[in-house]
């Protein structure tokens, strides 16, 4: 009998190493079944997997694998064809025409028609669903009318045609309205009534049309997938891919013990106290890029207290040199607006600089009680954003403001912020080549009015330039949008910070990862080297 339990454990430990080196197999790009895995790190987790129910780009991550949306876009202001073959606009721009790849097909085989195209488009302007993405398809006629009203129509099984309510840019609806809009198939989720959509076990196991194809996930911590060797771009050479949440400290650890193939781009950054030692390795690629996105501090503008006066101390309290200068060491920029001084529409009278001396002069002017204490919501997962909160801590303090730094995951730190519970809160943006990209975050009654505006000025003035067309009609309207921006203060613009990328040399075809903040990664692309 006792010869049996010592056979049986041994047994067991030998299940228990042969599983072990299984896993180890699989981090180091081995999959169980002897094929080729790529493994790629950002550092926090999605909300969901409901494509029209999320503004998380760590959500954008997951789902521009498992979904496809009609274009690829470049952070240059071009863009290319993913689902989307071709694109046409009518001459009074009310009308934009958009053929589809023929070859596309859904996960389980379906093809991809122009109805899975409109199925979306109504899903998204459903007053039924009421979206969180669903300003996404406002500029088209018939939104939120009903149901049904919205004007997108399958012209044959691979051509629709959008109608929009007036004459529309195409680089605003591509790079503002159509970059978050991914589409999903009718066959599988038309038959369920609008109210129910969101309770389907479809979204417990999402087939898309993208390059990688949904197998499972640890919530918050790792979702794997399998590839779509059908994708109508291109077979990818990779069998799996894998999409780990790791900590920022920890990323290049990973990528030298070869645990992380390559890192999500703007989601994903180096820290800058590993940058040296990161371009010394010989099993990785390094650059760092400038890019579009930034990052600022929301100020609610509903506390009577947070006068536009007392915000324009605030915004010109704040020392963005000595985060850039130290925080970053020199790997950015300081912003003072959502355009970089690179950006096309960059206004130069945004640049409002440091000066704490005025902004104590404007807080005596205000009658400020300095025994105040504002309430500074900080998410965790970035590490130089939760330094840069402690500068601008202490820069708040030197003009006699007092603040409690609060700190919570993205997500809570996200809700905190959209219901209004503080007084300022740090949050990210990937940006965007065209000017209209933050706009929407202005429109008092949007769900990422996180400011808590009830001015529609700085909305209406940025919306207005959405429908000029001309170069330089839009930047009449951009121009005053930035400096209404300045004038009122419902966000205080800290920094664009460059993008410290780096994957390991036996991934391959990774092209410069700028693209990455506009919600995109050619992944199809990507190939094992060695």
Known sequence: MKRKTVMQKALV????????????????????????????????????????????????????????KLVYLKQDGTYEP??????????????????LNENAKWHDGEPVTADDVVFTTKIYGSPTVAAVRQNNVNPFAGFREDDDSIQVEALDEHTVAF????????????????????????????????????????????????????????????????????????????????????????????????????LAGNIGS?????????????????????TV??????????????????????????????????LLRGEGEAAF?????????HNDVVNVGFNPEEAKRILKEEGWDSSRELVFSVPTGNTVRELAAVIIQQNLQDIGIRTRI?????????NRVREGNYDLGLIGSGGSPDPSEAVINFKPDHIN??????????????AAGEQAFSFEDRKLHYDKYQELLVEQVPFSFLYFENNLFAHNTRVGNINDNQDYSQLNRDVWNWTIVK
């Not at 106290?273 to 390795?281: I, K, L, N, R, T």
């Not at 020392?319 to 200068?325: L, M, W």
């Not at 607006?337 to 529409?345: R, T, V």
């Open 270 to 290: 180096l820290q800058l106290s590993d940058w040296d030692m990161a371009q010394q390795q010989p099993n990785l690629v390094t650059n760092s890029t400038t």
């Open 13 to 68: 430990l030998l299940l228990v190493v042969a599983m072990v080196a299984g896993f180890t197999s699989i981090a180091f790009g081995q999959d169980r079944a002897g094929g080729q895995t790529i493994t790629m790190a950002m550092v926090a987790a999605w909300d969901n997997l409901i494509p029209f129910d999320t503004t998380s780009s760590y959500s954008d991550v997951v789902l521009d694998l498992i979904f496809d």
């Open 337 to 345: 607006g959502p355009f970089s001084k690179e950006h096309l529409y």
């Open 406 to 414: 609060v700190s919570a995951d993205f997500a809570t730190h996200l």
């Open 82 to 99: 993913r689902l989307a073959e071709s694109w046409e606009m009518s001459e009074d721009n009310k009308v934009l025409t958009v053929k």
């Open 449 to 462: 009015n996180f400011a808590q505006l009830s001015d529609w000025s700085i909305y209406n003035t940025g």
């Open 293 to 326: 996105g930034y990052q600022y501090m929301a100020i609610n503008t509903a506390q009577d207290y947070l006068t536009p006066r007392v915000r324009q101390a605030i915004n010109m309290a704040i020392n963005r040199e000595a985060i850039v200068a130290g």
């Open 163 to 262: 109608t929009l309510a007036q004459p529309t840019n195409i680089d605003f609806l591509f790079f503002t309205k159509f970059r978050d809009i991914y589409i999903i198939p009718q066959h599988l989720l038309g038959h369920l009534p609008l109210e129910n959509i969101r309770e389907s076990d479809y979204w417990k196991s999402p087939i898309g049309s993208g390059p990688a194809i949904y197998e499972s996930q640890i919530s918050g911590e790792r979702m794997e997938f399998t590839a779509n060797k059908d994708y109508h771009l291109k077979s990818p050479s990779w069998d799996r891919f894998v999409l780990r949440v790791v900590a920022t400290p920890n990323l290049l650890s990973g990528l030298m013990n070869n645990e992380i193939d390559v």
